[in-house]
């Protein structure tokens, strides 16, 4: 099993920038797939970006394309979101994800652990 702490969120201006940092306990990070999600109030959770296990090309969202970065730093056991250019429609509890899969779905169903979520608010 992995336990997963989010961390970074706050209050940015439109055309800002914030880090989201995700640490792991348990079994090493290089041992799962892991992702980003964020749920708007009133909105069902969506995919952010994710991070095969294997490597490879990282996958995300078309509403972030070009904006976020996702990275994982193996031996800090941490997975990062780099968030630029942020616009009022990224405001949302951002979750930590990962699976024991190789694949990097973008279902947030097929993602057995979760942090508890850290919130991202983006003011006009």
């Known amino acids: 099993q992995v336990q997963l702490v989010e961390s970074g969120g706050g209050l940015v201006q439109a055309g800002g920038s914030l880090r989201l940092s995700c640490a792991a306990s348990?079994?090493?990070?290089?041992?799962?797939?892991t992702g980003w999600f964020r749920q708007a109030p009133g909105k069902e959770r969506e995919f952010v970006a994710a991070f095969s296990r294997s490597g490879g090309n990282p996958a995300y969202a078309e509403s972030v394309k070009g904006r976020f970065t996702i990275s994982r730093d193996n031996a800090l056991n941490t997975v990062y979101l780099q968030m630029n250019s942020l616009k009022r429609e990224d405001t949302a509890v951002y979750y930590c994800a990962a699976r024991g899969g190789f694949q990097a779905r973008n279902s947030p169903y097929d993602y057995d652990y979760w942090g508890q979520g850290t919130q991202v608010t983006v003011s006009s």
């Open positions: 348990g079994r090493t990070f290089s041992s799962y797939t």
